[in-house]
């Protein structure tokens, strides 16, 4: 089966950086789309920033000019790279296959997400 597993998460004081990982396996990782979400408590779940197979990218206004989106195809890894961050940057952070994954024998097309980490920015 697919499977993402994040990494890199922690807390990080105002105006510092944190790089997250993403790390998928048992896929074709380079015929996907990826992306990064966030959730804070008590809100929805928004997108963040996604990348295509061709690594044409996007961004929420919020995160524009400060957080980098990048894969490496070779490890099967999409990363976000945030730099600056602010306090209404905590959330956990979610990995996300843009494509519904469609998985022999018969039938299994399912969205896949990884596990979440959690980034806190705080004094």
């Known amino acids: 089966q697919v499977q993402l597993v994040e990494s890199g998460g922690g807390l990080v004081q105002p105006g510092g950086a944190l790089k997250l990982s993403c790390a998928a396996s048992?896929?074709?990782?380079?015929?996907?789309?990826m992306a990064w979400y966030r959730q804070a408590p008590g809100e929805q779940r928004e997108l963040v920033a996604s990348?295509?197979?061709?690594?044409?990218?996007n961004y929420a206004d919020s995160v524009k000019r400060r957080f980098i989106i990048s894969r490496d195809n070779a490890k099967s890894t999409v990363y976000l790279q945030m730099n600056v961050l602010r306090p209404e940057d905590t959330a956990v952070y979610y990995c996300?296959?843009?494509?519904?994954?469609?998985?022999?024998?018969?039938?299994?097309?399912?969205?896949?997400w990884g596990q979440g980490t959690q980034v806190t920015v705080s004094l």
């Open positions: 990348i295509t197979r061709d690594g044409f990218t």
């Open positions: 996300h296959v843009r494509e519904l994954v469609c998985e022999s024998p018969g039938p299994r097309c399912r969205e896949v």
């Open positions: 048992g896929s074709a990782f380079s015929g996907y789309g």
